[in-house]
């Protein structure tokens, strides 16, 4: 049973098995530069871990076995990766979760303002005609 | 110089299979109770103050976090199984400072208040009790 990360993920070194920590990459964090120990997207795992990533929406699954033991659709799995993802990038509030399904916005900047989705520009059209249709 | 730093982006990571993951859907953390213990070494021969010294031991943190609860999420589920099958866990905190800084604590008790209210989402109170250093 095997599942592949769909985005890089932090590794904690404490816990692994040498085999794992074979698949353990470092990179920089952030402006400051201090290496950490990561597994990059695409790290394959193996066994019930395998699963257990593919249910938190953190992997997909490489083979038959984890996807008849996981058990989901293919929009089933694309959802559950979609709200990991959000998790991953800070975005808890419910209407911040809604704008990213949408495509609105694609996470926060450093200044914690909106990052600009694909539709961030059509998103606020819109808003702009429904608020002078008010104004009428 | 200090920096006011925002609290939106602040992450709670739990170690699953040696894979940081994401805490969803987190409103709130609180990390409290790291202090360093003291003895009273008050003496009837002392001053009128009351004096004390440092044992040398640190009370470890507990961290208390506040989600929006998700019964069907298997990272809140796998939180929750830790209430009865405890297993000392890695929870790293990151904070959204350009760093960014991030914190690891060894989690080895667990708690899981639930709340439903007609003026909030169900909600859910992690609760860890830490052990040792920070790292």
Request: aromatic share 8%; hydrophobic share 40%.
């Amino acid at each position: 049973m095997k599942a592949k990360l769909v985005i890089t993920h932090e590794a904690d070194m404490s816990t692994m098995s040498e085999e794992l920590k074979s698949k353990v990459r470092f990179a920089k964090n952030g402006e400051a530069g201090k290496p950490i120990a990561i597994f990059p997207a695409g790290t394959e795992f193996e066994g019930d871990q395998a699963l257990a990533l593919c249910r938190n929406g953190q992997a997909t699954p490489s083979d038959q076995e984890c996807a008849d033991a996981l058990g989901l659709t293919e929009a089933q799995l694309n959802a559950l990766q979609i709200g990991y993802k959000m998790d991953m990038l800070g975005i808890h509030k419910p209407e911040d979760r809604e704008l990213y399904r949408a495509g609105v916005i694609s996470g926060f900047d450093k200044n914690g303002r909106y990052k600009p989705g694909v539709n961030w520009d059509e998103y606020n059209k819109a808003k702009t005609a429904v608020a002078a249709e008010e104004e009428v | 110089m200090a920096n006011k730093i925002k609290s939106k982006g602040t992450a709670l990571l739990m170690s699953i299979a040696s894979v940081y993951t994401a805490i969803p859907q987190l409103k709130s953390i609180s990390i409290s109770g790291e202090k360093s213990e003291v003895f009273e070494n008050t003496t009837l021969d002392g001053s009128a103050f009351k004096t004390k010294s440092p044992t040398g031991y640190v009370d470890p943190a507990s961290i208390s976090a506040d989600v929006f609860y998700d019964p069907q999420n298997a990272v809140h589920a796998a939180f929750i199984a830790l209430i009865a099958a405890p297993v000392a866990t890695n929870f790293k905190v990151t904070f959204a400072d350009a760093g960014p800084t991030s914190v690891v604590y060894s989690g080895v008790g667990f708690g899981f208040d639930k709340s439903a209210s007609p003026a909030d989402g169900l909600s859910g109170t992690m609760t860890i009790e830490t052990s040792g250093a920070p790292s």
